[in-house]
């Protein structure tokens, strides 16, 4: 099929197709579901916040995870977001249903996606033996929202979860890898090697950049899963059955807004997303303020 063909029949051209696709996660890390999204809707418009000033999220209290991805939310809504992507695990495990009951209950009908659903359906597509491992911040692990749905996708697998309290934040301060990082990794894999797991979910989205590693720790023949993929097929799904796919020709503008500093988001947000950023700006949001 020719790039450009639309995968699905599509609806009628929404007024909002134009609009831009709202991205947010907690820092930097959610640009490596971005890049997903900038390769298979290249002609979407893109506004992604990382609410550096508050990372991390993955030892923070739902609760709190719930307040801050409301107001991350109704700030990407007002700056025009036709549909929401949660591109964080911990805050897609706290928060997925209080965003969709506090946009029910002012009568928005705006789509919002998660990073959970798409990764456990293609976790349990891609395990043979139905063995399947989690690596996730301790919020990720404890709100049990993996289970949940690697049960709803399939309820005859096993998953192992593993909780890595360290791994985001060396990640995020580590360039270049050294054997602390290394030694962290090899930590974190005792238990899925011990489970025989043929499939492991990297369930934060800093994870991928240690894929490499986990690859030879784990073995050539367990199978890493990330959401990217999945995100961005469901995101083109739901675009088009609301006529919502960007019309436009060619390649769109993304742009990014930060709650933490700029120049600090944009080096290492470049080396996440391996693409140059351009426009960053900063954004003082009310719950940080008041805090
Ligand atoms: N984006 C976060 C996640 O996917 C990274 C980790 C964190 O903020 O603690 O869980």
């Given at each position: ?25 907690s ?7 971005l ?62 249903d ?9 009568v ?101 950049l ?33 006529g ?8 769109g ?39």
């Open positions: 099929m020719p790039r450009d063909a639309p995968a699905y029949p599509a609806a009628a051209l929404n007024p909002r197709a134009h609009q831009p696709v709202g991205v947010f996660d820092g930097v890390g959610g640009l490596t579901v890049h997903e999204l900038l390769v298979s809707l290249p002609a979407e418009d893109y506004l992604y916040l990382g609410d550096t000033a508050r990372f991390p999220y993955g030892d923070r209290a739902s609760r709190e995870l719930e307040a801050f991805s409301i107001e991350i939310a109704e700030h990407l809504l007002a700056a025009g977001a036709k549909l929401l992507v949660i591109a964080c695990n911990s805050a897609s495990a706290a928060a997925l209080a965003i969709e009951r506090h946009l029910a209950a002012s928005r009908d705006v789509h919002v996606i998660g990073v959970l659903r798409p990764a456990a359906q293609l976790a349990v597509v891609a395990s043979h033996t139905g063995r399947i491992g989690l690596l996730a911040t301790p919020a990720t692990v404890a709100s049990g929202a993996y289970e949940r749905a690697v049960a709803a996708a399939d309820p005859h697998v096993h998953l192992e979860s593993v909780a890595c309290p360290d791994l985001a934040p060396i990640i995020q301060g580590g360039f270049p890898f050294d054997e602390a990082v290394v030694a962290t990794v090899r930590g974190y894999c005792v238990p899925l090697r011990k489970a025989d797991v043929d499939t492991v979910i990297l369930g934060s989205t800093h994870y991928p240690c894929a490499p590693m986990l690859q030879r720790m784990l073995g050539r023949g367990v199978a890493l899963v990330s959401a990217g993929t999945g995100v961005a097929r469901s995101v083109e799904r739901a675009l088009a059955s609301r919502l796919l960007n019309p436009q020709e060619g390649e503008a993304y742009r990014f807004l930060c709650t933490g500093d700029v120049e600090s988001f944009r080096a290492l947000g470049t080396r996440f997303l391996q693409m140059p950023l351009g426009e960053v700006a900063h954004v003082e949001l009310a719950a940080r303020a008041a805090a």
